[in-house]
């Protein structure tokens, strides 16, 4: 089946730093993925559809700047949070579709754990 | 924009006994309403999916239900066991492979 791999699972950084999540599509092609955030005990929230080959969709309320996307390639999307603060410590979780009319299912990574000091 | 409602938040079960957890949405043009399992730390894993133009489905101890003219669908869980405790979520989608709205979440404990 669809495997989306996301790494690191776990990253610790000093407030001011950035941060970069990768999350791959290995054996599907991906023109779209999505990321998601989630504090504990809370559900998941769109921060943004990310597009191969042109700019990332936001949210309302997600500030671009701060949240960089880039999907370079149709196998890979990253996150990259810029100038980290304690309050960006969250799980990011991407999620991409397998393809495929009528069967195209979203499969999340496994998550990365976020931790700002 | 697309607003999904779950509940109960959390539900407690003796083993084999059955768990019903209930979504509402409210955008009509939502066709694809998937439900994941999540265990704590881990992603979220799809157990069971539904597609507008159905009204039931079932897949061994676990069965989805919707009624698109009342805009809720639900998740029943048969014959509960400890391992099925974990939280649940409902989500809503234009159709599968979009973008994905989820509901509140639901901490289902099934106690041996």
């Known amino acids: 089946g669809a495997v989306v791999s996301q790494h690191p699972s776990r990253v610790i950084c000093k407030s001011g730093t950035s941060v970069k999540i990768e999350c791959r599509s290995l054996?599907?092609?991906?023109?779209?993925m999505f990321w998601y955030r989630q504090f504990p005990k809370q559900s998941l929230m769109l921060m943004a559809t990310?597009?191969?080959?042109?700019?990332?969709?936001?949210e309302q309320g997600v500030e671009k700047d701060k949240f960089l996307i880039n999907h370079a390639s149709l196998t890979l999307s990253t996150l990259t949070v810029t100038s980290a603060h304690p309050e960006d410590s969250s799980f990011y979780i991407c999620?991409?579709?397998?393809?495929?009319?009528?069967?195209?299912?979203?499969?999340f990574g496994a998550g990365s754990r976020l931790t700002v000091l | 924009g697309e607003n999904v409602e779950q509940h109960p938040s959390t539900l407690s079960v003796q083993e084999g006994d059955s768990a019903v957890i209930k979504c509402t949405y409210s955008?009509?043009?939502?066709?694809?309403f998937p439900w994941y399992k999540q265990e704590l730390g881990k992603r979220p894993q799809l157990i069971i999916d539904?597609?507008?133009?159905?009204g039931e489905k079932k897949d061994q101890r676990i069965a989805v239900t919707l009624n698109k003219t009342a805009k809720h669908f639900s998740l029943h869980i048969t014959e509960t066991q400890p391992e099925d405790s974990a939280v649940y979520f409902c989500a809503a989608s234009i159709y599968s492979g979009s973008r994905l709205t989820f509901g509140e979440g639901t901490q289902l404990t099934v106690n041996p």
């Open positions: 955008d009509s043009a939502s066709n694809y």
């Open positions: 054996d599907f092609q991906a023109t779209t």
């Open positions: 539904i597609r507008s133009n159905v």
């Open positions: 999620s991409a579709g397998n393809g495929g009319l009528g069967a195209n299912v979203l499969t």
């Open positions: 990310s597009n191969e080959g042109s700019k990332a969709t936001y």
